[in-house]
């Protein structure tokens, strides 16, 4: 081959050489230390649980349902239990004069379950036994059962044969029989009670002279 086309071949060879080089250096090319690496991933440990479970008890319960203490007895430490089959009935307390509605009274009652018991146990009733056995709200008071009349007036009380109703609220006081042995009211069962005036008596012997300890009853 002539030497002048040897050096054309391999000016040739050359040529190629630097175009396929050129061509292999376009585009970015990557420096050491900034590849891309993924994002680390967090874990959730014992703590953090801990955290979120206490946000979640932090956040407002439903509000609980409202519940009415209508017909809650609320009782003293009375002689005897109210049965458990015992029969309730509504009783109205209202102002003897205007008719209105009274709440927030004090009512009390007893059965002849109490008077019997009474009875049986006289020592209960202390000295003045003869007394006491007349005076209703006493006997109530002391033995039987008590409750508070709602917003409308209205107490709920168990009714056996004999029941003895007593009410009172602010310096007014009444009373009313609510056994199953009377035939209901047509208007419901109902206590008017009336300014509770107190009458001052004196008690003398048939010589005008003051008589200490002597039972004073009214009817």
Same mark, same amino acid.
């Given at each position: 081959?002539?030497?002048?086309?040897?050096?054309?071949?391999?000016?040739?060879?050359?040529?190629?050489?630097?175009?396929?080089?050129?061509?292999?250096?376009?585009?970015?090319?990557?420096?050491?230390?900034?590849?891309?690496?993924?994002?680390?991933?967090?874990?959730?440990?014992?703590?953090?649980?801990?955290?979120?479970?206490?946000?979640?008890?932090?956040?407002?319960?439903?509000?609980?349902?409202?519940?009415?203490?209508?017909?809650?007895?609320?009782?003293?430490?009375?002689?005897?239990?109210?049965?458990?089959?015992?029969?309730?009935?509504?009783?109205?307390?209202?102002?003897?004069?205007?008719?209105?509605?009274?709440?927030?009274?004090?009512?009390?009652?007893?059965?002849?379950?109490?008077?019997? /018991?009474?009875?049986?146990?006289?020592?209960?009733? !202390?000295?003045? #036994?003869?007394? $006491?056995?007349? %005076? &209703? =709200?006493?006997?109530?008071?002391?033995?039987?059962?008590?409750?508070?009349?709602?917003?409308?007036?209205?107490?709920?009380?168990?009714?056996?044969?004999?029941?003895?109703?007593?009410?009172?609220?602010?310096?007014?006081?009444?009373?009313?029989? /609510?056994?199953?042995?009377?035939?209901?009211?047509? !208007?419901?069962? #109902?206590?008017? $009670?009336?300014? %509770? &005036? =107190?009458?001052?008596?004196?008690?003398?012997?048939?010589?005008?002279?003051?008589?200490?300890?002597?039972?004073?009853?009214?009817?």
């Amino acid at each position: 081959m002539p030497t002048k086309s040897i050096v054309v071949a391999v000016l040739l060879l050359l040529c190629a050489a630097a175009g396929w080089l050129l061509l292999q250096g376009e585009g970015d090319l990557a420096l050491p230390g900034q590849h891309e690496t993924a994002a680390p991933v967090r874990e959730v440990g014992p703590a953090a649980a801990a955290d979120a479970r206490a946000v979640e008890a932090t956040a407002p319960a439903t509000p609980a349902a409202e519940t009415s203490a209508r017909d809650a007895v609320a009782v003293h430490e009375a002689l005897l239990p109210i049965p458990d089959d015992a029969k309730w009935i509504d009783v109205h307390v209202v102002d003897q004069a205007s008719g209105e509605a009274v709440p927030g009274a004090t009512v009390r009652w007893y059965d002849e379950t109490i008077t019997k /018991a009474l009875q049986e146990r006289p020592a209960l009733l !202390g000295p003045n #036994r003869s007394t $006491i056995w007349r %005076d &209703q =709200e006493s006997i109530a008071a002391r033995f039987g059962w008590q409750t508070t009349s709602d917003r409308h007036g209205v107490a709920r009380v168990h009714q056996t044969e004999s029941t003895e109703v007593v009410a009172r609220h602010e310096g007014r006081y009444g009373r009313a029989q /609510a056994g199953a042995n009377l035939l209901p009211p047509r !208007g419901g069962y #109902r206590v008017e $009670i009336a300014p %509770d &005036q =107190e009458l001052l008596v004196q008690v003398l012997d048939a010589a005008g002279a003051p008589a200490p300890g002597v039972p004073v009853a009214m009817g």
